[in-house]
């Protein structure tokens, strides 16, 4: 089969799967993209776009129409509890472009989808099937035979070069088609919202974000100008046992602290009535594939949203794997190569998410050596320490030896 003829089918129409769809687009597979919504949907609100996922949209054509929707930050403002003043401002904006050569912006996710599923719609040799009903994927020994039970009740089958799980933290893919994991409760909760840029005046900076840490929680606000709102995320810990699905909280209750915070407080007022609440889970799937199956973004490695990276992770899977499905004999190799260059990576973004939600939450009198360590980095200190992920291109092809091709079960694989 001629590179150019190859199928592959992913599941979900989120940013992973919209963003694997361009590439292989563009490399001349036929791609068909399975979503059991009926139109293209993303949960959440804000979205911080960093150089390296920035780097690798802007290689598959966004660039202008992210630019239209999005906001380069001045900075991050890092406020310690109570302050009344920044104990750092992380530089952003013009040293981003000169460091990198790409900015770094923030932006609601629906427009970053909107603009992917544009992207997608331009190119014949990909489909989208909304509504899908159901979709199962079968590995034998003639390659695997793709079903979908599309949204009108038709039954369509297909044999395929690859079949990609992009469905996010509880992945089917993950679990039914490959026997994977469920995910894990992390122990955070995140409250979001989106609220007018004027409630906030004099609150937050507009001109930049603001990260506000306190004890036992943290929150993340910045500024969406081209909607004159502000995106707030505020991250506590909650235990599993309180989350009734069937009865969720309203409101969040933050951990008791002896004096309050004149901007939490601001903020939380400000927010009555408008929280909607999303349960951090996380994955770390212990195989990322099975033969001709595979996984990325969520449905592979979902992490904590503490270093602002699950996102980009999510497009830098994309920008490595598609080249691979196109280039390497079978969907196997490039599967098993492909996770040999992403986790490694991956699992180093992982480990500072974790630190952060750590030193994030801490209380009195440890913060004390936080504020010490926040202050001493200086406004640039974050860019030496976080180079190795704003400056990653995943276009030059990485040095990494082929993985071990062990024998492996020929066997059916059924879900």
């Not at 699950?310 to 490595?320: K, L, V």
Request: proline share 7%; glycine share 8%; hydrophobic share 45%.
């Amino acid at each position: 089969m001629a590179n150019g003829g190859r199928t592959i089918y992913i599941a979900g129409a989120g940013i992973a799967g919209m963003t694997l769809a361009l590439a292989l687009a563009k490399f001349g597979a036929t791609v068909i993209v399975l979503e059991r919504n009926k139109r293209v949907q993303e949960v959440g609100a804000g979205l911080q776009i960093s150089p390296n996922a920035r780097r690798v949209l802007n290689q598959l054509g966004l660039d202008k129409a992210i630019a239209a929707k999005s906001f380069e930050p001045s900075a991050i403002d890092v406020y310690p509890f109570r302050a009344s003043k920044p104990a750092v401002s992380l530089e952003l904006g013009a040293i981003m472009r000169q460091r990198y050569g790409v900015p770094y912006v923030v932006m609601h996710r629906a427009d970053l989808v909107d603009a992917l599923y544009r992207a997608c719609r331009r190119f014949a040799n990909i489909d989208m099937l909304f509504g899908v009903r159901g979709f199962d994927a079968v590995t034998h020994a003639r390659g695997i035979s793709i079903n979908v039970d599309e949204a009108n009740g038709t039954a369509r089958t297909a044999r395929v070069h690859a079949f990609v799980g992009a469905d996010g933290v509880h992945s089917e893919t993950r679990t039914r088609i490959l026997g994977g994991p469920p995910a894990t409760y992390s122990g955070f909760v995140a409250w979001r919202t989106t609220l007018s840029a004027d409630l906030l005046k004099g609150a937050v900076a507009l001109d930049r974000t603001t990260l506000l840490l306190g004890p036992g929680y943290h929150a993340v606000c910045y500024p969406l100008p081209q909607r004159k709102q502000v995106n707030v995320a505020l991250f506590v810990k909650e235990r599993a046992d309180r989350l009734d699905a069937a009865n969720p909280p309203k409101e969040p209750k933050l951990p008791w602290a002896a004096m309050p915070s004149r901007t939490l407080d601001a903020i939380v007022s400000a927010a009555t009535g408008a929280w909607g609440y999303w349960v951090c889970n996380t994955m770390d799937a212990p195989t990322w594939s099975d033969s001709g199956i595979g996984l990325i973004g969520d449905a592979a490695h979902a992490m904590l949203p503490f270093q602002a990276q699950g996102a980009a992770m999510a497009i830098e899977d994309a920008a490595i794997l598609a080249p691979l499905l196109m280039t390497e004999p079978d969907a196997d190799s490039a599967f098993r190569r492909y996770e040999a260059m992403r986790r490694p990576r991956v699992d180093r973004v992982r480990k500072i998410s974790d630190f952060n939600g750590f030193a994030y939450h801490l209380e009195w009198p440890f913060t004390l050596g936080r504020n010490a360590v926040l202050w001493a980095q200086g406004p640039r200190g974050h860019l030496k320490r976080l180079d190795w992920i704003y400056g990653f291109d995943p276009s030059p092809e990485t040095d990494v030896p082929p993985p071990d091709r062990a024998p492996r079960d020929t066997e059916p694989h059924r879900g």
